[in-house]
């Protein structure tokens, strides 16, 4: 994978890495747009979304030709750090993905329209209350190096938070084989008063990193209901005697073995904007239209992405993000084509508007789920 380095001037603007390999793309999917406005949110026109994702095909066709002899300078950053990635045999700085760049644009330019509208929020305070609690809840900031990070669970959220406390001396290494507290030696931007939180959305970098928004959300339900017993029981008993039949009032219900169909119809009976974390949709956790972030990464280009970020921060030589654990589960395609592919087609269908902005906003294409793709 080579390193993508936008230029100088793009900082103000949102950066992020491209979908998976082996997406396809599927526009005559239909999406029920009234099932999206709700009171509490102001969403714009879905059909205007997917127009704009359906154009950036045409603009990849067209840019490409004309962005393949762009030469872009490296970021800012230590000088020391990038003569230690070369040492360590990492990618050439001056290497550029052009595909990746042109993707970037596109979701930038989808993100600069979108958030541009009137009824969309222009800053965090013209969030609702709710709202802001929850953005403010999950920005992470370092005042040493002056960036703030808008942490997104599933999305390598727990290897960023061990790369905050190296930089902020918690941790000695990343590498340091402890369980990783959540909210320990973490400064988070709601601990601020007004003025010190615009001080900081105006002057650090600002970043975050997003994932293929039905990947995530399979990648939670795996990871919550197959494994922590914490949520099996505050979650999975719920949603076992709400949407089995018979089992209403079952008091031997553990909760630990929900489907991933009862675990969709939950999700559509839950406001976005009082889910738990690990399935609130990206947009809800870190508004993206209230706040201009510098570089939106991705998780299918986590490992240059990261490595950009660190040295636009300006991250000593030494700290390099994690490596995955080796007990690390990935969802792959063949996984997620299984899952969304059993899926009763109508709760799909009725899902996608509850996230529709993740797929929109980044630029992700939404799942194909028809008889013929499925059959393979």
Known sequence: MQTMLPRRHDYGMKRTGGPRNGSVINFRTTVNSGSVRRSSAVLPSVLTFLVIVASGGLLLMIEKGMLNTMETPPPRGSGKRLDFIRQMGEHSPSAVDVDSQILREIRNRTIRTMCSQKNMPHSIWSLSPLQRKTLLQHILVNDQYRFLYCYVPKVACSNWKR??????GALESVNVNIKMDHRSDLLFLTSFKPEEIRHRLKHYFKFMFVREPMERLLSAYRNKFGEIESYQKKYGVEIVKRYRKGRAKDASVTGDDVTFAEFVHYLLDEDVERMNEHWMPVYNLCQPCAVSYDFIGSYEHLESDS???????G????????ERQTWYKPVTTETLHYYLCTLPQKLLRELLPKYILDFSLYAYPLPN???EHCRH
């Open 369 to 371: 789920t028809t008889t």
């Open 315 to 322: 991250a000593p030589p030494h700290v390099r993000f994690p």
């Open 307 to 313: 490595e950009f970020v660190l040295q636009r921060i």
């Open 163 to 168: 790369v905050l406390k190296v930089l902020n």
